[in-house]
């Protein structure tokens, strides 16, 4: 659910410690002075920021770590470098244990718990859509769907799922949507 209105959705700092880290994307200086300068500040990181710092930071990532790629790609590569951050977090740990025991099945369909640890607000349906195949869903018109295609291209390497696609199907002002399948 998301938040009300007039409400200022917030994100956790462990959102940010996650994706800014040596097995994520690692802060270089410039790196660093940019994201000081729209207000996110790693060495004094506070509990929470609001909504757009994050988008704010994921295009700052994107354009530091990956300055060759076309910008999809660049999102996509800012998702995979969050995904092996996050595993390095306590609650990543957790996900990076069990996501093999589950399988691409299980781990997929708890998907949104673990998408809620770090983006409480992001509102997703899963549905299975055939056999190791789903489409997810979401209204957050403002969210970016190739960084969480990225996401779930980690994801599905990391539960052992062999030959894993992940495809922006459609993306609007009113949200997204992806098909995710594997072999």
């Not at 998301?2 to 690692?26: I, K």
């Not at 990543?92 to 409480?120: C, D, H, K, N």
């Not at 195949?133 to 970016?144: E, F, I, K, T």
Request: charged residues 25%; neutral net charge.
């Amino acid at each position: 659910m998301g938040s009300p209105p007039g409400a200022t959705r917030q994100v956790p700092r462990r959102t940010f410690e996650a994706l800014f880290r040596d097995d994520g994307v690692p802060p270089t200086g410039p790196m660093k002075d940019e994201l000081r300068a729209i207000g996110l500040d790693l060495d004094a990181l506070q509990p929470s920021y609001p909504l757009p710092i994050l988008r704010l930071a994921f295009e700052v990532a994107r354009r530091h770590a990956f300055p060759a790629l076309p910008e999809a790609e660049g999102f996509r590569s800012v998702g995979r470098a969050f995904v092996r951050g996050f595993k390095q977090t306590p609650i990543g740990w957790v996900f990076r244990s069990m996501a093999p025991v589950f399988g691409p099945e299980r781990t997929i369909q708890t998907l949104p718990r673990y998408v809620g640890s770090v983006r409480e607000d992001l509102p997703m349906e899963i549905i299975a859509v055939g056999e190791r195949r789903y489409q997810l869903s979401s209204p957050d018109g403002g969210a970016n769907p190739h960084f969480l295609a990225g996401c779930l291209d980690a994801v599905l390497e990391t539960c052992g799922a062999k030959g894993g696609v992940v495809e922006v199907i459609t993306t609007t002002a009113d949200g997204f949507s992806l098909d995710i399948r594997w072999g």
